[in-house]
């Protein structure tokens, strides 16, 4: 960008405020000068421009929020998930270990191991269908 030489008379203290301004920013007064005057004349919108920008801007703070909001749901629904598998693989081994001690609860108590054995695998072959995708859809329209 081409620079023009403009004089340009000021009052003291707005001397003083420019000389401060330049000295703080490490700059020089004419730097400082066009600093200033750039953000005093193309920083303020003129009403047109403000209506032009209100949606744009609506619309681009919306899609920071709803950005914002799926990244946090996205790792809300994963730790939540994690938690689920959890209690489904907790729940799973309790079961195993009530299986098995059921059938050791039969044997001792009937006295034979290929009748508890029987009965076992019956329970293993009932439950097994709830927990396959088909079981867990009838499960759950049955529910509503």
């Given at each position: 960008?081409?620079?023009?030489?403009?004089?340009?008379?000021?009052?003291?203290?707005?001397?003083a405020?420019?000389?401060?301004?330049?000295?703080?920013?490490?700059?020089?007064?004419?730097?400082?000068?066009?600093?200033?005057?750039?953000?005093?004349?193309?920083?303020?919108?003129?009403?047109?421009?403000?209506?032009?920008?209100?949606?744009?801007?609506?619309?681009?703070?919306?899609?920071?929020?709803?950005?914002?909001?799926?990244?946090?749901?996205?790792?809300?629904?994963?730790?939540?998930?994690?938690?689920?598998?959890?209690?489904?693989?907790?729940?799973g081994?309790?079961?195993?270990?009530?299986?098995?001690?059921?059938?050791?609860?039969?044997?001792?108590?009937?006295?034979?191991?290929?009748?508890a054995?029987?009965?076992?695998?019956?329970?293993?072959?009932?439950?097994?269908?709830?927990?396959?995708?088909?079981?867990?859809?009838?499960?759950?329209?049955?529910?509503?």
């Amino acid at each position: 960008m081409a620079k023009v030489r403009t004089t340009v008379y000021i009052d003291t203290e707005t001397n003083a405020a420019l000389r401060d301004y330049a000295r703080r920013h490490r700059i020089s007064i004419g730097e400082a000068n066009n600093q200033l005057l750039r953000r005093a004349l193309f920083g303020g919108l003129d009403e047109g421009m403000e209506a032009m920008l209100v949606p744009e801007i609506r619309k681009a703070v919306g899609e920071a929020a709803r950005r914002e909001i799926q990244e946090n749901m996205s790792r809300l629904l994963g730790a939540q998930t994690n938690r689920l598998f959890g209690v489904l693989v907790t729940c799973g081994r309790d079961a195993y270990v009530a299986r098995k001690l059921a059938k050791d609860v039969l044997d001792d108590s009937t006295g034979s191991a290929q009748w508890a054995n029987d009965r076992e695998q019956d329970a293993l072959l009932a439950s097994r269908r709830r927990y396959t995708r088909e079981g867990l859809r009838e499960a759950a329209s049955e529910e509503r």
